[in-house]
């Protein structure tokens, strides 16, 4: 699946670097689609990701440190060249499927359980 530029107003707020703005709508109730969306380069260090559907995202060269993704739905989604110092990763995303993808990205396969 191609990552895509939507028109979703929450994820425009996303590129336009208005995290905190984006987690405030959020927390109001406002729904938004972020599935296979491109978010290449984004700075998102201070997203609420809790519940976020990142599913088949381009995540190449985002600056994710200190990320809480425990919550976050990534099957498919590519993180090569992001930054991910300190970032929690889900628990069913193994450590080999999160460094094949940050090295050469590959998409996140969720192992079974």
Same mark, same amino acid.
């Given at each position: ?31 938004? $689609? @972020?599935?296979? #969306?491109?978010?290449?380069?984004? /700075? %998102? !260090?201070? =997203? &609420?990701?809790?519940?976020? $559907? @990142?599913?088949? #995202?381009?995540?190449?060269?985002? /600056? %994710? !440190?200190? =990320? &809480?993704?425990?919550?976050?739905? @990534? ?39």
């Amino acid at each position: 699946m191609a990552s895509t530029i939507k028109r979703d107003p929450l994820y425009q707020l996303l590129l336009a670097g208005e995290v905190e703005q984006f987690n405030e709508r959020r927390r109001a109730g406002e729904a938004c $689609d @972020l599935i296979a #969306c491109d978010m290449r380069s984004l /700075d %998102l !260090r201070k =997203l &609420d990701a809790v519940d976020l $559907d @990142l599913a088949d #995202c381009y995540l190449h060269q985002a /600056d %994710l !440190r200190g =990320l &809480d993704l425990s919550c976050a739905n @990534l099957r498919g989604a590519s993180i090569n060249g992001a930054k991910i110092a300190g970032t929690y990763f889900p628990a069913e995303l193994s450590a080999e499927e999160i460094t094949l993808s940050l090295l050469h990205g590959t998409r996140m396969r969720y192992r079974n359980k």
